[in-house]
């Protein structure tokens, strides 16, 4: 039996020890625990057995009733069959096919003064133009030594 004391020493270190590592003492304990039943376990007994064996005691072996089997009359004269009127094929007409409506063209609204003004910036700043070469640097050792490429747009007026 813990005392007082001890205890409050434990759960003091409990608290001290932060969550995440109170859960991993714990989840450890109960591994343990599982460990410790050796794969084994108990064998439950069966609650009904003693029900089952005391009733074949008292009602003992009796044998079942035979089937008695009920044999009828069969009339076996069936009556004669009554032909059905079957009714003539006719032609069937071939289907038509229907009329398809030709499509007409959606008109195509025109563009706001607003939609027209950023075509013309997007058309402007894409448009080829006369760009000077790029400068040739000179690196030092410590720079990089690959190949740069110039890439670069020019925006509209």
């Not at 304990?29 to 008292?58: F, H, K, N, W, Y």
């Not at 069937?92 to 096919?97: E, G, I, N, Y």
């Not at 402007?124 to 000077?132: G, I, K, L, V």
Request: aromatic share 4%; charged share 15%; hydrophobic share 35%.
């Amino acid at each position: 039996m813990m005392s007082l004391r001890s205890w409050k020493t434990f759960s003091q270190a409990l608290v001290d020890m932060g969550i995440s590592r109170l859960i991993a003492v714990v989840i450890a304990l109960m591994l343990a625990a599982v460990a410790c039943a050796g794969g084994q376990s108990a064998s439950t007994p069966d609650a009904g057995a003693p029900v089952e064996a005391s009733i074949r005691q008292e009602v003992g072996a009796e044998p079942t009733a035979a089937p008695v089997g009920v044999v009828s009359q069969v009339n076996s004269t069936t009556p004669e069959p009554i032909p059905t009127n079957t009714p003539v094929p006719t032609d069937t007409q071939l289907p038509k096919p229907t009329d398809t409506p030709e499509p007409t063209p959606t008109p195509t609204p025109a563009p706001s003064p607003l939609e027209m003004m950023w075509n013309q910036r997007f058309e402007e700043a894409f448009a080829p133009s006369d760009c000077p070469e790029p400068i040739k640097l000179e690196l030092g050792d410590d720079n990089y030594k690959g190949q740069l490429i110039d890439t670069h747009f020019h925006m509209s007026r």
